[in-house]
């Protein structure tokens, strides 16, 4: 009795986090378009969880391969078979991990599931039907830091590595400090670490979290911050959301909404119109050109040559056979 409560419980947990996992908000649903390529978050049919699609644009954006959808895409439109595309699309599940941020909800972790030992956690922001992956958090508790998250490639198709290193930053009025935080197997804790500059003591979290790994910004049982760097004047390289709860350091969006397409067929027909596209014919080599051969000057000065003269004649006496 005792061991089925227990299953029971479990399979209870399991169902409760994964309905909580998969809210994706709203506004990341329909589809965007970045440098390489195209992305279409939709909603299964079946149980309402987000779907990921991802359409590469390969041959330098000339064609637009159906690389990540889920198997029923290829029953409502066939996949073509050619040197660009795989025989079966890659299926990559995702799961909202977390939130980022108390009051933006656009501020997500996202969890893909390549394999059962293959994932990657993809922090993502949404402002102004723009999607941006370098992004800092406001703590609400400690205004002045701003958490960082992992820098990632964004939505990829296969697993990436991870850089070992997390920065975030200390904002007091036009002053921003560049703090380091690196991956660490201590335990994690809810002590402060602490620097001074100018006579003023700053304090942020010793320990911060993003994807599955701990980050410290300070070795051991340490407190004090060493070394710290000259901080820089805020410029116009540093952007703000409207209440100041996110910071962007992107100089340009990773993806960007397309307004004009947002249902499953939108997406069918931007793939139809994109590999209906013929690329131009390169320009010639050697453009055109007024030549003045002066055949004048050219005759003039074979008259005179013997060895032309003589080949002259063969060919006159060579058509007069004829």
């Known amino acids: 009795m005792k061991n089925s409560i227990k299953v029971f419980f479990y399979i209870s947990f399991f169902l409760l986090f994964n309905l909580f996992a998969q809210q994706l908000p709203q506004d990341f649903y329909g589809l965007w378009e970045g440098k390489d390529r195209f992305v279409f978050f939709e909603k299964n049919s079946e149980n309402q969880s987000p779907e990921l699609v991802v359409l590469l644009k390969t041959y330098y954006g000339w064609y637009y391969d159906r690389v990540s959808e889920p198997e029923s895409?290829?029953?409502k439109v066939k996949r073509e078979r050619n040197t660009?595309?795989?025989k079966e699309p890659v299926h990559i599940n995702i799961l909202v991990n977390k939130n980022l941020s108390e009051n933006?909800?656009?501020?997500?972790?996202?969890?893909?599931e390549y394999s059962n030992s293959q994932k990657n956690y993809i922090p993502l922001y949404l402002y102004d039907d723009k999607i941006y992956l370098d992004f800092y958090v406001q703590n609400p508790q400690n205004?002045?830091?701003?958490q960082g998250n992992i820098q990632t490639h964004g939505l990829m198709i296969s697993p990436q590595a991870v850089d070992e290193n997390i920065t975030?930053?200390?904002?007091?009025?036009?002053?921003i400090f560049n703090i380091r935080y690196w991956k660490s197997n201590m335990l994690f804790s809810d002590d402060s670490a602490t620097f001074n500059w100018e006579e003023k003591d700053y304090y942020l979290p010793k320990h911060i979290y993003s994807g599955k790994n701990n980050y410290s910004c300070v070795n051991g049982r340490a407190v004090k911050i060493r070394n710290i760097?000259?901080?820089e004047k805020i410029s116009e390289n540093y952007n703000f959301n409207s209440d100041k709860s996110i910071l962007i350091l992107d100089k340009e969006a990773y993806l960007i909404?397309?307004?004009?397409?947002q249902t499953l067929e939108d997406y069918f027909n931007l793939i139809v119109k994109g590999n209906s596209r013929r690329k131009p014919e390169p320009p010639p080599l050697f453009g055109p050109d007024d030549l003045n051969w002066h055949w004048d000057v050219i005759n003039q000065l074979q008259k005179d040559n013997p060895l032309i003269q003589e080949v002259r004649k063969r060919q006159k006496d060579f058509a007069n056979q004829k």
Do not use: R, S, V, W
């Open 168 to 175: 975030a930053f200390i904002i007091d009025q036009d002053k």
């Open 143 to 146: 205004p002045m830091f701003y």
């Open 73 to 75: 895409y290829g029953q």
């Open 257 to 261: 909404k397309l307004m004009d397409y």
């Open 229 to 231: 760097q000259a901080p």
């Open 84 to 86: 660009a595309t795989t």
């Open 104 to 112: 933006n909800p656009n501020a997500i972790e996202l969890l893909l």
